[in-house]
């Protein structure tokens, strides 16, 4: 079955960086676009970044350019998440996701900025 099991979040000072990763299994993960999503409290779920299949095309959320890069490796089924510059507002719970469209597929890994 499908299945998305992210890691590397965790406590993080302003202006750190931490790379996420999510490991993928029960699918033809080279063929599907992969994307993060983030979510945190009381507010809505956002679209962070999507990568293409072959990792040759990667869009963000306005928000995130110039500080967060989505990759992935195909040989080992996971995508990444790197994210720099953190600010408080990155705080939120992320998620992996297949295609682009939310599917709620992943538990997700907690993000906290703080000082």
């Known amino acids: 079955q499908v299945q998305l099991v992210e890691s590397g979040g965790g406590l993080v000072q302003p202006g750190g960086s931490l790379r996420l990763s999510c490991a993928a299994s029960g699918f033809r993960f080279s063929s599907y676009r992969m994307s993060w999503y983030r979510q945190a409290p009381g507010k809505e779920r956002e679209l962070v970044a999507h990568i293409t299949g072959a990792g040759d095309s990667t869009n963000y959320g306005d928000s995130m350019k110039g500080r967060f890069t989505i990759s992935r490796d195909n040989a080992k089924n996971t995508v990444y998440l790197q994210m720099n510059s953190l600010k408080p507002e990155d705080t939120a719970m992320y998620y992996c996701?297949?295609?682009?469209?939310?599917?709620?597929w992943g538990q997700g890994t907690q993000v906290t900025v703080s000082s």
């Open positions: 996701n297949i295609g682009v469209s939310w599917g709620g």
